[in-house]
């Protein structure tokens, strides 16, 4: 079992930065595939950023502006999030899963998600 518990979402004006940070539970949190994923108002929730055993994968949306990052020995996934723009607007959660997260449908475990808001 893994409990994911997000943090650092907020309001930010177009071109700032937020850093999230998703704390997770248990000591098998290195042996997950960890992601971010968001959703919208009315829109489905869609992959943002995963970090895996075999490497890195982004959504093009997201491209160069987010960097996605572990630290194993604080059971903690981060994603630095610079350049933000209004369709960045999301609920952001954080997803553990036993093998590489690019959908929601292989999602083991979710946190309840943190807020991101961009103002123009």
């Known amino acids: 079992q893994v409990q994911l518990v997000e943090s650092g979402g907020g309001l930010v004006q177009a071109g700032g930065s937020l850093r999230l940070s998703c704390a997770a539970s248990?000591?098998?949190?290195?042996?997950?595939?960890m992601a971010w994923f968001r959703q919208a108002p009315g829109k489905e929730r869609e992959f943002v950023a995963g970090i895996h055993w075999t490497g890195i994968t982004y959504a093009e949306s997201v491209l160069g502006r987010f960097t996605i990052s572990r630290d194993n020995a604080k059971n903690t996934l981060y994603v630095q999030m610079n350049s933000l723009k209004p369709e960045d607007t999301a609920v952001y959660y954080c997803?553990?899963?036993?093998?590489?997260?690019?959908?929601?449908?292989?999602?083991?475990?979710w946190g309840q998600g943190t807020q991101v808001t961009v103002s123009s």
């Open positions: 997803a553990a899963g036993p093998s590489r997260l690019t959908s929601p449908g292989r999602v083991e475990y």
């Open positions: 248990g000591r098998t949190f290195s042996t997950y595939a």
